[in-house]
């Protein structure tokens, strides 16, 4: 069964259920008490087989997303809620740290999780990005009971600083505007290595700096071309790495999402890159995914 089979199951599961509501009320009573014995069976199958496993053998089923949320399911998961989230947190690290920024939990009371933004994260353009994509996507995996995620961008924020997720994505696009995108080729690029890629319908320009994987739109942001062709090296003089623009010569620091170097208020498009399930995935608008 693929990812995004079993991702999808649930909503499956309700779709059948609704089916079989034609029938009257009495049809979907049974349909959901069906659905209620299947569940109960399988989870007391996981609770047999956790009693049975050693440490090694737990913390291996806990890290596989579907067992894991088979677990959440039947509130079987060893880790408590901050335990699963700070683990979630650490995964989409490496990506928050290729931005300069990082992300840090301050807490979880009530089913809202609260999380500050450190580093260019609370400034750079494609912070709106990097939170809903990136963060929200981990912490709502790792731990579906939550019910919401506020964000703080500044230790001297006060209660008035914190934002809703939902807020401040409707800001910039509707709920469900992206997606994930599995793009194994990636994985081909070597260090200091620059490609391109058509993901779903949309043209792709990624990178490789040491073991961490960039990717933008394929735009110049001062003259709209294609950056196809673009060159990458170190700025002279400093630890900065620009991928320049074959058309106009503006140059971008890749290790800042994109930010110009030549210009203010200049960057290019970055988009999401992460390991989910073993597979590197970009995240992209849902209008560039094929219907």
């Known amino acids: 069964m693929s990812e995004d089979t079993w991702r999808n199951a649930g909503q499956r599961i309700d779709t059948l259920v609704d089916s079989l509501s034609t029938g009257g009320a009495v049809a979907r009573q049974r349909a959901e008490q069906l659905v209620r014995e299947i569940v109960d069976l399988y989870g007391e199958g996981l609770a047999r087989i956790l009693s049975m496993s050693d440490a090694a053998t737990t913390d291996r089923l806990v890290h596989d997303d579907l067992i894991a949320s088979l677990?959440?399911?039947?509130?079987?998961?060893?880790?408590?809620?901050?335990?699963?989230?700070?683990?979630?947190?650490?995964?989409?690290?490496?990506?928050?740290?290729?931005?300069g920024g990082d992300v840090e939990l301050i807490g979880v009371q009530d089913g809202v999780v609260t999380l500050r933004l450190l580093g260019s994260c609370k400034t750079c353009p494609s912070s709106s990005v990097t939170l809903e994509l990136a963060v929200t996507d981990a912490v709502q995996a790792a731990a579906p009971e939550t019910t919401s995620i506020q964000v703080n961008t500044s230790e001297a924020d006060d209660t008035s600083g914190l934002i809703s997720v939902d807020s401040l994505m409707a800001k910039i696009h509707p709920p469900g505007a992206h997606t994930w995108i599995s793009v194994p080729d990636l994985e081909r690029l070597g260090d200091g290595d620059?490609?391109?890629?058509?993901?779903?319908?949309?043209?792709?320009?990624?990178?490789?700096?040491?073991?961490?994987?960039?990717?933008?739109?394929?735009?110049?942001?001062?003259?709209?071309?294609?950056?196809?062709?673009?060159?990458?090296?170190?700025?002279?003089?400093?630890?900065?790495?620009?991928?320049?623009?074959?058309?106009?010569?503006?140059?971008?620091?890749?290790?800042?999402?994109?930010?110009?170097?030549?210009?203010?208020?200049?960057?290019?498009?970055?988009?999401?890159?992460?390991?989910?399930?073993?597979?590197?995935?970009?995240?992209?608008?849902?209008?560039?995914v094929p219907s």
């Not at 509130?75 to 990506?95: F, S």
């Not at 994109?258 to 890159?273: M, R, T, W, Y």
């Open 194 to 288: 620059i490609g391109g890629f058509l993901v779903a319908d949309l043209a792709v320009l990624a990178c490789r700096i040491g073991n961490t994987l960039y990717a933008y739109r394929d735009r110049c942001a001062s003259c709209t071309g294609s950056m196809a062709g673009a060159r990458l090296g170190r700025v002279a003089g400093s630890s900065r790495v620009a991928l320049s623009c074959p058309l106009c010569n503006t140059h971008y620091d890749v290790r800042a999402a994109g930010a110009a170097l030549d210009a203010e208020n200049l960057h290019l498009d970055p988009l999401p890159v992460l390991l989910r399930d073993g597979v590197v995935s970009i995240a992209t608008p849902m209008g560039s």
């Open 71 to 99: 677990l959440l399911v039947h509130d079987l998961h060893p880790d408590d809620v901050d335990t699963r989230i700070r683990t979630a947190l650490d995964g989409v690290r490496p990506y928050l740290g290729s931005h």
